[in-house]
């Protein structure tokens, strides 16, 4: 487009971003049967834990307790996710799984903390426990655990989807390490083992929390994507005929695996049809080499504002050499 009286023009491209249906009407099937799942191993898991006085199973349970918020907020942040743009959210609502994600992760974490505490007292004052119904528990919760994991194995590119699949890939080990607890426990007859698991399942669950809370922030925060290179990106917009600056640029992720763009870019004077096919050019090759698929570019014919915000100490020129 040709430059206006101000000599400059915005411009703003990008393809439909919601997430694929069938993903996404998937996905939600499958975490609302895991939500019914879990509630059914909660209650067993609980009832086994006081019967048979074990604290690794009665933390196995509260662990699990904190599936169904985070499942149930899973799911509804799923259905969000496909809802299209309104004239409020104008984004759509693509936030929602990383919001729930960032939720998550603070329930995840203070669970944790929980289970550590208790079974850090429970070390000072072991109780017997009963291994027979630990050891059958613990299967039951190993197939339901197991289940759900590799249920959402192939959605866990979504960040949402992805909590759910290393809470779940991370009770399911849990469950093993119960097992093995309780046989250990049958042999030799040392209590100490149950809240030494307690404590391990807690220490586990701290650790994948902290991973969800730091990338769902960075996402909130409007940071850059971890595979993406600023300066890669400005140098491969100075490979564009035609393209003689590029400054104040922004790249943030909108949802999982959705990239924007903005950016302002200095052109010579030309006619419509020409600045329109910079601009093309401009599109295919952010979506081609860095999978950012919405875009905002402003066109100028000046040079660089004054109060013009940059990435780095200069803005980005084609070398003369």
């Known amino acids: 487009m040709p430059p206006n009286d101000q000599g400059e023009i915005a411009s703003a491209h990008g393809p439909d971003h ?18 019914a799942a879990t509630l059914v191993l909660v209650a067993v898991e609980f009832a086994a834990g006081y019967a048979g006085h ?49 939720v998550n992760a603070l329930l995840l974490a203070l669970a944790a903390l929980a289970l550590a505490g208790e079974s850090i007292a429970r070390l000072h004052h072991p109780v017997p426990v009963a291994t027979g119904l630990m050891i059958r528990v613990s299967i039951l919760a190993l197939v339901i655990n197991g289940g759900i994991t590799l249920a959402v194995h192939y959605g866990r ?8 699949w290393v809470h779940n890939l991370g009770d399911a080990l849990s469950n093993i390490a119960i097992l093995g607890g309780a046989w250990f426990i049958r042999w030799t007859g040392a209590p100490w083992v149950d809240p030494l698991l307690g404590i391990g399942i807690g220490i586990m669950v701290l650790c994948s929390a902290a991973g969800i809370l730091r990338e769902s922030s960075h996402i909130l925060l409007e940071g850059l994507p971890r595979n993406i290179r600023l300066e890669d990106v400005a140098a491969a917009l100075l490979r564009i005929e035609n393209v003689q600056e590029v400054h104040d640029i922004h790249i943030w992720t909108l949802g999982t695996d959705l990239h924007a763009l903005s950016c302002h870019v200095r052109i010579p004077d030309m006619h419509m049809e020409e600045s329109e096919c910079i601009l093309a050019a401009i599109g295919k090759m952010l979506q081609r080499d860095f999978h950012i698929t919405h875009t905002t570019i402003q066109f100028e014919r000046a040079g660089l504002p004054v109060e013009a915000g940059l990435y780095m100490p200069a803005p980005a020129k084609k070398s003369l050499s």
């Open 18 to 35: 919601h997430h694929p249906h069938g993903l996404g009407h998937a996905a939600t099937r499958v975490l609302g049967g895991a939500v």
């Open 157 to 164: 590119t979504d960040l949402n989807v992805r909590t759910i």
């Open 54 to 102: 074990s604290i690794a199973l009665t933390s196995d349970a509260v662990h699990n307790l904190t599936d169904v918020p985070t499942l149930v907020i899973s799911w509804l942040a799923t259905r969000w996710a496909l809802r299209p743009p309104t004239h409020e959210k104008t984004f759509g609502y693509h936030r929602a799984g990383i919001l729930a994600a960032f």
